[in-house]
């Protein structure tokens, strides 16, 4: 298996809902990032796990909260998103190290 | 500070060469990579250099200058699939974190 694979596809949600993004990978890679991409803007680093602990949170705001719950899997939590939060996330993985990093196919989220 | 520049936008004939540029001014240097990416999917590794020199990779080359901080992808053989960004990123500090430029958007036509 060499991909990353996302769920959903597609999620509109209102701002008050409470909703999780999931993201999977089964190439042993042991670093795992989250992206934020606007519309013909590049992406946007968010967060990065390495073995299972974050290592970086570029300022992002509480309302997207990270897990990783096993080295083949990572979540975003989402709660109390605001419209401007609509965008598509793209999950990553890549061996640790300097190494190129895999994207999944993204979630487009709409924030009503 | 951190800065990725690329022409926004570029067009090409079908079975002509593209050179597509990206300079950078980076707090850290520890490799480029360029990516590929079509409309509302997600972005596709094409080529990785981390040293002088160029790098080829069958249609796809790229070619980095550290001492310039510049960096190309050159594409031959221009094929209508290729019509896609070409995102410039910079591994910059630890933790393999990239920053992306803000892509160059090439259209081929026939």
């Known amino acids: 298996d060499t991909e990353v694979t996302q769920t959903p596809k597609h999620l509109v949600m209102g701002m008050t809902n409470k909703k999780s993004l999931k993201c999977e990978q089964h190439?042993?890679?042991?670093?795992m990032y989250w992206y934020k991409q606007k519309a013909k803007k590049p992406p946007e680093l968010m967060f990065v796990?390495?073995?299972?602990?974050?290592?970086i949170n570029e300022s992002v705001p509480s309302r997207f909260s990270p897990e990783c719950p096993n080295s083949s899997l990572l979540n975003l939590h989402l709660h109390a998103l605001q419209p401007e939060d609509s965008a598509l996330y793209l999950c990553?993985?890549?061996?640790?190290?300097?190494?190129?990093?895999?994207f999944g196919p993204g979630t487009r989220l709409t924030v009503l | 500070g951190q800065n990725i520049d690329q022409p926004t936008e570029m067009t090409a004939t079908e079975g002509a060469i593209v050179q597509i540029n990206c300079t950078y001014q980076t707090s850290g240097f520890n490799g480029l990579f360029w990516y590929q990416q079509h409309a509302g999917e997600a972005p596709t590794f094409l080529s990785y250099n981390v040293l002088d020199g160029l790098e080829e990779k069958g249609r796809f080359s790229s070619f980095l200058s550290r001492s310039k901080g510049y960096s190309y992808l050159l594409l031959k053989e221009l094929q209508m699939k290729d019509s896609a960004s070409y995102l410039c990123a910079v591994r910059s500090g630890g933790y393999n974190k990239l920053i992306f430029g803000a892509g160059t958007r090439l259209a081929v036509h026939p």
């Open positions: 990553a993985s890549s061996p640790m190290g300097n190494n190129e990093q895999f």
């Open positions: 190439m042993g890679h042991r670093a």
């Open positions: 796990y390495s073995y299972e602990k974050l290592s």
